[in-house]
Nanobody
Framework: QVQLVESGGGLVQAGGSQRLSCVAS????????MAWYRQAPGKARELVAS???????NYGDSVKGRFTISRDNAKNTVYLQMNSLKPEDTAVYYC?????????WGQGTQVTVSS
């Protein structure tokens, strides 16, 4: 069983920055694909960014150029640096790990961007 613990959420003003962190338990981190998703009230969960084992990244269209995903395999941690935040970025952000045929979710962290 893998546990994911997110941190770094909170309230931020539009135009500001915030960094989310997600620490994974266990030994599969460096062999896993990591991602951040988000879900706003009344909307479906959507992919924000992903990073695979080799470091290749992928971003949702709405965050390209503003958000950066990175990973530190030595710390079993994936980060999401969010810049130029907009009110429409307000959502619960979830960390996700995929290893072979298994996947796990974190409990989510709320990010609220005020206008």
């Amino acid at each position: 069983q893998v546990q994911l613990v997110e941190s770094g959420g909170g309230l931020v003003q539009a135009g500001g920055s915030q960094r989310l962190s997600c620490v994974a338990s266990g030994s599969i981190f460096r062999s896993s694909a990591m991602a951040w998703y988000r879900q706003a009230p009344g909307k479906a969960r959507e992919l924000v960014a992903s990073i695979i084992i080799g470091g290749t990244t992928n971003y949702g269209d709405s965050v390209k150029g503003r958000f950066t995903i990175s990973r530190d395999n030595a710390k079993n941690t994936v980060y999401l640096q969010m810049n130029s935040l907009k009110p429409e970025d307000t959502a619960v952000y979830y960390c996700h790990i995929r290893f072979e045929t298994s996947s796990y979710w974190g409990q989510g962290t709320q990010v609220t961007v005020s206008s």
